[in-house]
């Protein structure tokens, strides 16, 4: 769950089969009774028909958890990107960085950086699309250290510059969760 519309969705199934949610958050569930195996069913095929997934599996979860911390980092906290990423994961998951780093490479191919990288670069996207801000300030807003390292680093992953994508008019834009 990526988003508040997914957290109102998720918590209207619940509510549909009769279970009673302390809280919805994004990729977790805190419900206030024990699933019974036939409600946990009915929950999976549910939600899998929405495009979304009951994980009970640790490391699926906690895969789940470090996207969901940057996808809210990215999209929703902007300036707080100042943090460190390392320390910033480790600290919301009580975990050790290295040990996050490896389950994660492990599980989807590719680094937690390289995620947040193409987070970050679709997050550009967006906020070129809405033309509201300069390249400068977008790169402010994401943490680039200037528009060169922005520009580079969109260019390598988009193989367009900003600028480019800009005015181009099929502006590919790809959902946070397919990421």
Same mark, same amino acid.
Do not use: W
């Given at each position: 769950m990526?988003c508040? *519309?997914?957290n ?8 549909k ?9 994004? $990729? ?6 024990? !699933? ?9 095929? *549910?939600?899998h028909?929405?495009? !979304?997934?009951l994980l009970?599996?640790k ?5 789940? *958890?470090i ?16 943090t460190n990423?390392s ?9 050790d ?29 967006e ?18 250290s200037d ?11 988009? $193989? !367009? ?7 181009t008019?099929?502006?590919? *834009?790809?959902?946070?969760?397919k990421?």
């Open positions: 990526v508040n *519309r997914c109102i969705v998720v918590k209207s199934e619940l509510e089969i009769g279970l009673h949610a302390i809280s919805v958050q994004l $990729g977790e569930v805190e419900l206030l009774e024990d !699933f019974k195996n036939d409600e946990k069913e009915i929950l999976s095929k *549910r939600l028909a929405l495009g !979304f997934e009970e599996n490391i699926a979860v906690t895969i789940e *958890r996207k969901n911390l940057i996808v809210d980092m990215v999209h929703h906290q902007g300036n707080e990107l100042r990423l320390h910033y994961l480790a600290e919301q998951l009580g975990q960085y290295n040990i996050l780093s490896n389950l994660f490479s492990e599980a989807e191919g590719k680094t937690i950086e390289h995620y947040l990288i193409t987070q970050k670069i679709e997050r550009v996207k906020l070129l699309l809405y033309d509201e801000l300069t390249l400068s300030e977008i790169a402010i807003q994401l943490n680039y528009v060169a390292h922005l520009s580079n680093q969109f260019k390598k992953t988009t $193989g !367009f510059t900003p600028t480019h994508f800009k005015k008019k099929e502006n590919v *834009r790809l959902q946070i969760d990421l």
